[in-house]
């Protein structure tokens, strides 16, 4: 996991053969900790876009964090959270796409 000190990184993931822009972080935001929750590969690519300091979280010491400060962790869950919600929110808008121009299926 790392959490941004400094900076901004930019989220992206190949889609249709492309590299799409899922978002830009910055300055107390973190990424990579679905690689550390689930134990499997990233699902996108991080890359820094202007000067950074990013502190790197290895799977023990983030573990001990979260037992040690449930501040921490509700932070972690909130944000979480959140960006399910957009995922979501983007979802139902490429579903909408899909029927207007009746390409469902069912």
């Known amino acids: ?3 941004i000190q400094s900076g901004k990184v930019k989220i992206t993931k190949k889609a249709g ?3 799409r822009i899922l978002t830009t972080l910055s300055s107390g935001d973190f990424f990579g900790e679905m690689a550390i929750l689930t134990d499997g590969p990233r699902s996108a690519t991080a890359e820094v876009t202007e000067d950074s300091e990013i502190l790197v979280i290895n799977p023990e ?3 001990a964090l ?3 400060n449930s501040d921490i962790a509700m932070k972690i869950l909130r944000e979480l959270a959140e960006r399910l919600k957009e995922a979501n929110r983007q979802i ?3 579903l909408s796409k899909d029927e207007e121009g009746g390409n469902v299926q069912e």
Do not use: N
């Open 1 to 3: 996991m790392y959490i």
């Open 17 to 19: 053969g492309a590299d």
């Open 61 to 63: 010491t983030f573990e």
């Open 66 to 68: 979260i037992q040690a």
């Open 92 to 94: 139902e808008v490429l």
